[in-house]
């Protein structure tokens, strides 16, 4: 059974970085898809970024382009999302999440969710 643990968050000034990892178990890491979605208070899910399987392409939201990069580190079995730039309206939970073939900005899409982690941006 895949497992997904996220870890990285915290609060941070408009303007500062933050690296969120998500550490994946329990299957092949290459055979998934893996994305980052957040949600914030009052708020439905949203889509962030998604890394296709097999060292496959990106895609990011519009909100984030540019400011936020996904990767992959295949020898940690990680997914990691960098974020600078930040903004007070990125404060949500980021979650990550993986589903086998295809990656999707569709969250009903994935098989797999870790618990979350909070980023706080103050202005």
């Known amino acids: 059974q895949v497992q997904l643990a996220e870890s990285g968050g915290g609060l941070v000034q408009a303007g500062d970085s933050l690296r969120l990892s998500c550490a994946f178990s329990?299957?092949?890491?290459?055979?998934?898809?893996l994305a980052w979605f957040r949600q914030a208070p009052g708020k439905e899910r949203e889509f962030v970024a998604f890394?296709?399987?097999?060292?496959?392409?990106?895609y990011y939201a519009d909100s984030v382009k540019g400011r936020f990069t996904i990767s992959r580190d295949t020898t940690k079995n990680t997914a990691n999302l960098q974020m600078n730039s930040l903004k007070p309206e990125d404060t949500a939970v980021y979650s990550c999440?993986?589903?086998?073939?295809?990656?999707?900005?569709?969250?009903?899409?994935?098989?797999?969710w870790g618990q979350g982690t909070q980023v706080t941006v103050s202005s």
């Open positions: 999440a993986a589903r086998r073939y295809t990656a999707a900005v569709d969250p009903s899409r994935y098989d797999y």
């Open positions: 329990g299957g092949t890491f290459s055979w998934y898809a």
């Open positions: 890394m296709a399987r097999n060292g496959g392409g990106e």
